[in-house]
């Protein structure tokens, strides 16, 4: 792809609420922003942004200095990079892929060398802040790479992101951070929904539960997040539970791999496996709370 005004080019791969925010801010930067989705609805959202449509990975990252990967995990990762489509061979020598997935650090390690023997570079960069923060900017990202990788990337991290951790000289360290963040997070908003619906069983007023906890010790940045949902009656997902089935299942496989005890993750694991078998899996994942509410016979705030 080549820049109408000279200016820098990057590619965004998985324009979903996450994507599209991201690409938004790198076009305020001044890049020229191509694309590629699965989906039409988002690329048609991306074209009337003004983002220069791909046909396919391949053709969307062709001639950019800078690729963003935003998709769902090691395995859509590996396809954007390597399938029958995929942009590894259409990046130009030096170019840098950034992968902003959640996925184990050895899967990263093993993307990053397999693309780096290209004579192209890897960032791995998962990041946090949800689509909000991608639509203005202010992303935190986990990072590591080549100091190489880090310079290439640099302008567009500094048009995506409000806080960036540099973790290390090498891939899989930002994936490593990444999952102990996602450790915790799971298990907050696992605890936020068993403690609202604990509420509710009690017969508490739900909007005061919400007013004094905010304010005291129990308080997490999940709970005054996800609670409101739940207040609102409103599932749209912002964040779905399939998010964390995947997630802390990858914690799970981690942990098995290095013998060690997370508990209190899997069972968090295992209240978004009951949600997802009993049909929230795209919801938002405060639909904890109605499972809870479903096992118990509660009332919640009806559904919007």
Not at 204 to 210: E, F, H, I, N
Request: net charge negative.
């Amino acid at each position: 792809m080549t820049s109408i005004a000279g200016g820098p080019c990057a590619a965004v791969i998985g324009l979903g609420s996450m994507g599209i925010g991201m690409a938004q801010s790198l076009q305020r930067a001044g890049f020229t922003v191509s694309g590629y989705d699965v989906s039409p609805a988002a690329v048609a959202r991306f074209a009337e942004s003004g983002g220069v449509v791909g046909s396919t990975p391949a053709q969307a990252a062709s001639g950019a200095d800078c690729v963003v990967s935003v998709v769902v995990n090691a395995a859509q990762t590996e396809a954007v990079l390597f399938g029958p489509d995929g942009c590894a061979d259409s990046l130009p020598q030096g170019a840098v892929f950034v992968s902003s997935a959640t996925m184990a650090p050895e899967a990263a390690r093993g993307l990053a060398a397999r693309l780096e023997r290209t004579g192209r570079l890897y960032l791995d960069a998962p990041m946090s802040g949800g689509a909000g923060r991608a639509a203005d900017g202010s992303l935190t990202m986990m990072a590591s790479g080549s100091v190489a990788a880090f310079e290439r990337a640099q302008p567009a991290l500094d048009a995506m992101t409000g806080t960036l951790h540099r973790l290390g000289d090498a891939a899989g360290l930002g994936s490593a951070f990444k999952m102990v963040n996602q450790l915790l997070a799971g298990v907050h908003i696992a605890a936020a929904c068993e403690a609202i619906a604990f509420a509710a069983r009690q017969g508490l007023d739900l909007a005061r539960v919400y007013e004094v906890i905010t304010q005291s010790a129990g308080n997490s940045w999940m709970f005054e997040n996800r609670v409101p949902h739940v207040l609102a009656g409103d599932y749209r997902p912002k964040s779905a539970v399939s998010i964390f089935t995947k997630d802390l299942g990858i914690v799970m496989d981690m942990a098995r791999d290095l013998r060690f005890p997370v508990p209190v993750a899997g069972a968090a694991l295992q209240m978004y496996l009951m949600t997802a078998a009993a049909g929230m899996a795209q919801d938002d994942d405060a639909s904890v709370a109605r499972l809870y509410a479903q096992i118990a016979g509660l009332t919640l705030p009806a559904e919007t």
